[in-house]
């Protein structure tokens, strides 16, 4: 593929969605489906960051995730606890740094909070690229911590009402990152679920029907084309064309 051809977002977002029907075509447990999975986000993300992108969000755990039964929360988490560290020493050889975007409390355990700050700490000094994993993540929990902060900002005497603009709310975001360019989800599913509602207010769209163990590098090099094909104007007009 050519990149040079293609437009490049500079923040891509991904809800990595249809593990658990990935598994079912096969006949394999909804655990096999996430595992297939998380391999292949770690293949997929280096691929991404080679396109010339330079923030990539994924959704791996909601907020709302903990509706599921304890069997597969557990194993959600042991995965996340046996792989995290192992995912950021792989991104660390890219130079790519690795945050995370979510509630650093229970119900996470402090074994899985420590694995995140210690990926984090790791990362700290990457400068090319980053990925934003969003684990225990919502983005109405986001908002509202957001807020919070805001609030005791103005109380402390930090900030004053006339420092709250658009730019500044991503700063009180879980990490402050750029807006969202291109947002995909895949498996066919048309819905955000609760991911980046502030931050994909200008993205453009994208529902492939592939399960997320199949979405690989060939099918993110598809999903740029689209993204090349997008006129994005932003409310202007272009009146030359
Ligand atoms: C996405 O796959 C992974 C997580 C939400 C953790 P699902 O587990 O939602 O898979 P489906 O949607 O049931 O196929
Ligand atoms: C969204 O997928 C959350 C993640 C991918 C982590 P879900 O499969 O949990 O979302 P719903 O239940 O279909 O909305
Ligand atoms: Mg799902």
Known sequence: MDYSKLKIPNHVAIILDGNGRWAKERGMSRSAGHKAGFDNLVELSKHVFKTGVKTLSVYAFSTENFKRS??????????????????????????????????????????????????????????????????????????????KRIHKDINDGK????????????????????????????SGELRLSNFML????????????????????DEFDKALVEYTKRDRRFGAIDYSK
């Open 70 to 147: 304890k069997e597969e929360v557990s194993f959600l988490m042991n995965l996340f606890k046996s792989k995290f560290k192992e995912y950021a020493v792989e991104l660390k050889k890219e130079n790519i740094k690795v945050v995370f975007s979510g509630g650093r409390y229970r119900p996470v355990s402090d074994t899985l909070l420590k694995i995140i700050d210690e990926c984090e700490e790791m990362t700290k000094d990457c400068t090319g690229g980053i990925l934003n994993i969003c684990f225990n993540y919502g983005s109405h929990l986001e908002i509202v911590e957001a807020f």
């Open 159 to 186: 900030i004053s009402e006339d420092d709250i603009n658009e730019d500044m709310i991503y700063h009180y975001m879980f990490q402050d990152l750029d807006p969202v360019d291109f947002m995909i989800r895949t």
């Open 198 to 217: 502030y931050q994909v207010s200008y993205a453009e769209f994208y529902f492939p029907k592939t399960y997320f163990p199949d979405f690989n590098n």
